[in-house]
Every structure is written in C-alpha cells, then in structure tokens.
C-alpha cells in the first residue's frame, strides 16, 4: 500500500508540475524582458558578462518552453524565441531605454535557443515524464498497423442487428453512440487485441471464456480473432446487447445469462484462456474467493486467466467515477451520504483468491502492453516498472488499473 501511495502521488506531482510550466515560462519571459530594458547598473546578471547572461536566459526559456508546449513543433518555439530576441534588441535601441542594441546578442540568443532545442530533444527520450503525463507526442490514439484501414471490425451500420443494438443499448438507459457502449468494441480492438499480443496470447481456434460480457466490447475482439468463444454475465440485458454487438459486426459467440457465477455450467477445464476484463470490481468482495476458485475449475492445465482494466482499490482516485480518495472510506461511508459508491478492487484481495491456484505469469507482458498501446513507457508505468523490478512481481498490481496474467500449473 504505501508503495501505490507513493507511486499515485508522484503521478499528482507530475501533473502539478506540468501545470506550473506555463506560467513558469512566461514569468520568466516577461523577467527577462524587464531586465533586458531596465538601467545596466541595476539589472540582474550572472557576472559573466553580456553574452552569458544572454546565452543563459535563452537557453532557460527554451526548455521551459519546450516543456510548458510539448506538442509545439521545435521550429515554432525556435523562431518565435528568435523573434523575441531580435524585439529585446529593438527595444534597447530606443533612446527612452538607454541601453545598447547589438545585433551579436542576437545571434548569442539565437545559438542558445538552438543549443536549448536539442537539450529539449534528448531530454524528451531519457525524462518523457518532463513533458508528458501519460503519452508521448504525437500518440493521441491507440497506433494501428501501417496501412490499416481507421477500423479493422467489420459493422453492418444499416443491418437488422445494428437497430436491434441500438434499441437494446436505449432500452437499458445508454447512449448507442458513446464510446463505452458502441464505439467499446472498436476501443478494444485497440487495447485489448494489443495486451493479447503483448503477453503472446493466441486465440486463433482456442476455447476462450470472457467473464463479464458487459456491452460485448471484448466479445467482438475476442471472437473476430478466431477464439471458440464463450461469454457470461450476470445481468440477461448486457448478455442480449453482447448479442446484438456480436451480430451487426457479422460474429456470434456462446452467450449465458449466469445469475450466480460462483457456479458455472462448464465442466471441468473448458478453456485455453479466460478473460476478467474490468470486472472484478464489481464483484461483491465475499464471492472474489469462490468466483476465482470457479475459473481456475474452468481452466484447462497451462491455461491463463487474464485480469485487465480493474480499478485499483489502492488509487488515489477511482478510475470509473473519477472521485478521489473514495477507495479510502469504509462502506459504512455509504449510508450518511444515503447511497453506494464504487469503489476499486483491492490487490491484496485479489491475490489471497489466486493463492495456491494461479501463479503470476506476467512476465514482461505488461511493459510491452503499455509499449503496443502508448508507443513507449510514461514516467508513472516506469515508476511501476521499477517497482516490479524491485520486488519481482508484476507492476500490474501496483497501477490505477490491475493488470495481471496468470496461468493454472
């Protein structure tokens, strides 16, 4: 626990830091200006004369800048700095200001802003944490193959099964187009089909259960990938809405409405794989023993169960409501306020329920999950992946969300 602390609170201070950038940055621009135009004698300088005290003050705005605007292209920052430059000499030379303008300051400010440029470069590769929270520049979406078309799910849009889906989802009080209900299964087809590949899972012709169905967003991926799928929940609308989803993508799948999953009808080591995709919160914490017992039933020897997009008990903030420090109140916390909160699912929990039947087989999965979909490691999954290196367990357990692969002996 206090490792999590520690890990979410360096996510907040990053935040907090990148937040500050920009006034940073023109405080220290307008600074700069003042003491450019104020008396000589009574200006600030580092003692090393003119062009030091030039070369130094460029050299800070361009990082800051470079910092405060990460998705600024280099040569924007560069000739706009320039420009300031060339303007500090412009107002020098007036006679009001009475100080000197001389065009080699110029090119003193111009050197230090090329020199501060390729400073920002590097340090974008080794710190990206600097710049960004969770994402490297350019990566606004989840990357696809070259030449891969905008969506790799084929759906029938004016289908029978398209209006049935769009009925079912204004039936059950959603919105068709929101992205957690008809655009989840192209999100996944992004995300999950990543970690898949990530943990070198092949679903191709495998016998594959999803626990927790939900809208049927993993279904279509799972299934549209060759997997021999079956899928339970435990509310009979999300199994009849993961119908509808399957067909207008033009797929089908083994549906069951499971009032009580602590009992399946399976028999005994059905599936190659299993898949817990942000479920397990949900699960009432006195059933995780016996519904995690269940799966390990299910599963076949070598067989993995992987748990992915589980709000972490631990954060600061709970991912799915967004309200901070709730994870930290007791449920007696729930009846003053006069109804339930959610809340995350605790690692520890989870890691009681698969002792002695699951053994972690993250493995370097993780790192390369967050690789596949992000294009490199943020600073916070390098905090967690330290942690990991650390105690030789995956960082999967430390993160907002748990992540864990693991695999029946």
């Known amino acids: ?47 090393e004369g003119d062009k030091t005290d030039h070369v130094m003050a460029f ?67 080794v710190l990206p944490g600097l710049f960004f929270v969770d994402r490297p520049p350019g990566v606004d979406r989840l990357p696809r193959e070259a030449g891969a078309p905008k969506s790799c799910l084929p759906l029938q849009k004016e289908s029978a099964s398209q209006k049935e889906f769009e009925a079912l989802a204004k039936a059950g ?30 679903i191709d012709g495998a016998d594959v259960l999803e626990f927790g169905c939900n809208v049927g967003g993993s279904s279509v991926v799972l299934a549209a990938l060759g997997a021999n799928l079956s899928a339970v929940d435990i509310d009979p609308d999300m199994v009849a809405l993961t119908r509808a989803n399957l067909a207008r993508h033009g797929l089908t799948a083994q549906l069951h409405h499971v009032a009580d999953t602590r009992t399946m009808a399976f028999p005994d080591a059905s599936f190659d794989f299993i898949l817990a995709n942000s479920v397990f919160e949900y699960v ?56 339930p909160l959610q809340r995350g699912l605790h690692p520890g929990q989870l890691a009681r329920a698969t002792a002695g039947r699951l053994a972690d087989a993250t493995g370097e999965g993780w790192s390369n999950g967050r690789a596949l979909i992000h294009g490199r490691l943020a600073l916070s999954a390098r905090l967690a992946q330290i942690w990991g290196d650390i105690t030789g367990r995956s960082p999967g357990w430390l993160t907002p969300y748990i992540e864990v692969l693991f695999r029946k002996p």
């Open 1 to 47: 626990m206090p490792g999590h602390f520690c890990f979410d609170l360096m996510v907040v201070m990053q935040k907090l830091w990148l937040r500050s950038l920009r006034p940073l940055f023109w405080g220290a621009l307008l600074f700069s200006y003042v003491c450019a135009v104020m008396p000589d004698e009574g200006a600030p300088s580092f003692g």
């Open 59 to 125: 050299l800070v705005l361009t990082l800051l800048a470079s910092m405060a605007y990460p998705r600024r292209s280099r040569g924007t920052i560069g000739v706009g700095l320039s420009f300031y430059g060339a303007f500090i000499e412009f107002s020098q030379a007036m006679p009001i200001v009475g100080r000197d303008a001389d065009v080699t300051d110029w090119i003193a400010d111009t050197a230090a802003i090329i020199v501060g440029i390729v400073i920002g470069v590097v340090l974008r590769r």
């Open 173 to 202: 009080g959603f919105d068709p187009d929101d992205l957690w209900v008809g655009g989840y299964a192209e999100y996944e087809w992004h995300h999950l089909r990543h970690l898949l590949a990530a943990y070198a899972i092949d």
């Open 284 to 339: 009432e914490p006195a059933y995780l023993n016996a519904i995690v017992a269940e799966l390990h039933r299910l599963l076949r020897p070598g067989g993995r169960l992987l748990v992915c997009g589980t709000a972490n008990r631990l954060a600061l903030r709970e991912r799915h409501s967004g309200r901070w420090l709730v994870n930290y109140t007791p449920k007696a916390f729930d009846n003053l306020i006069g109804k």
